[in-house]
């Protein structure tokens, strides 16, 4: 099932500014996240604990939903007759890309941070912003410190580690290679875990055989490629089999990934996430 709103490029999306930051509005997320508001709406009711309104979305009714909609930034993003308006912030609409689990819903949410949300250019509205108290703006402002502070923090510690992944990181690595160097990681496990996430397909379905991995159009050339092996055996035909590795994009997701818990992991798995740089050394001739 599709929603009846064509989906519209990220980049081109109308938009639409509450609060001091970016949103967007039910209608739009489904519409690129190839679902349905039903479908939205039902993942809200089953999963409101994982939902925290003012963080990841808001709620606006009443003379403030009034105001919205007569002001120029919102015409024609809302229905004149809707009592109630849903806006989504980034977090909001990563949270439901994770519960649909599709691979449309999350290249759609990546092309909404990319070029979206991180987006933050003020609109030249001043008769759309709503009256804010004192009290609420200095909250804003108290809560804009903590979030910068808190994103400083891990941006930092992200870049040492992306910075030693990338100096290490050698040209035809596998997955499982890769995934060596991450504590706790199920390496046995990571090529059908890649395999149900859409990233690699089966190109032989007979089960009595081995499988041959190939890299699905939604990864290829963005966090996978294939490379041609020569196979001789002797007294065979020689023949070229694909082998699947990674681009150094793609150890950026999984190390994304990886830090969010969605890998899978060991049972004997001490709990932290950490990396062995040792394993990516290249040997030395």
């Known amino acids: 099932m599709k929603t009846e709103l064509a989906p519209v490029a990220a980049r081109d999306l109308q938009i639409i500014e509450y609060r001091g930051q970016r949103v967007v509005t039910t209608e739009q997320m489904a519409a690129g996240y190839g679902a349905t508001e039903k479908m ?11 939902f925290v309104e003012g963080k990841h979305y808001f709620d606006v009714e009443g003379e403030e939903l009034l105001t919205l909609k007569n002001s120029p930034s919102f015409r024609g993003a809302v229905d004149k007759r809707t009592p109630r308006l849903r806006l989504w912030t980034e977090r909001g609409a990563a949270n439901h890309a994770k519960m649909l689990e599709t691979d449309q819903a999350w290249g759609y949410h990546e092309d909404l941070v990319d070029f979206y949300f991180t ?9 759309a912003q709503i009256p804010i108290s004192r009290k609420e703006l200095a909250l804003m402002v ?18 040492v580690t992306v910075e030693n992944l990338e100096k290490h990181f050698t040209k035809g690595m596998t997955l499982p290679a890769f995934c060596k160097a991450l504590n706790g990681v199920n390496t ?7 395999f149900l996430r ?10 009595e055989k081995e499988p041959r991995w190939r890299v699905k159009s939604y990864a290829r050339d963005k966090y996978l ?25 793609g150890t950026h997701r999984l190390y994304q990934l990886y830090l969010k818990g969605e890998l899978p992991m060991k049972a004997t798995w001490n709990g932290e ?7 990516y ?3 030395v001739k």
């Open 225 to 249: 490629t294939e490379q041609d092996i020569q196979i001789k055996d002797v007294g065979k035909e020689p023949f070229t089999k694909k082998k699947v590795v990674l681009l150094l994009k």
């Open 281 to 283: 050394t290249p040997e």
């Open 273 to 279: 996430y950490s990396h062995d740089k040792a394993i």
């Open 188 to 194: 046995s496990k990571i090529t059908w875990w890649a």
């Open 142 to 159: 108290i809560e804009a410190e903590e979030r910068a502070e808190a994103a400083a923090i891990e941006n930092k510690t992200l870049s």
């Open 119 to 127: 987006q933050r250019d003020a609109i030249n509205a001043p008769a």
């Open 198 to 207: 859409g990233w690699l397909y089966n190109e032989q379905p007979d089960p």
């Open 40 to 50: 939205i709406s039902n993942n809200f009711s089953r999963n409101q604990t994982r």
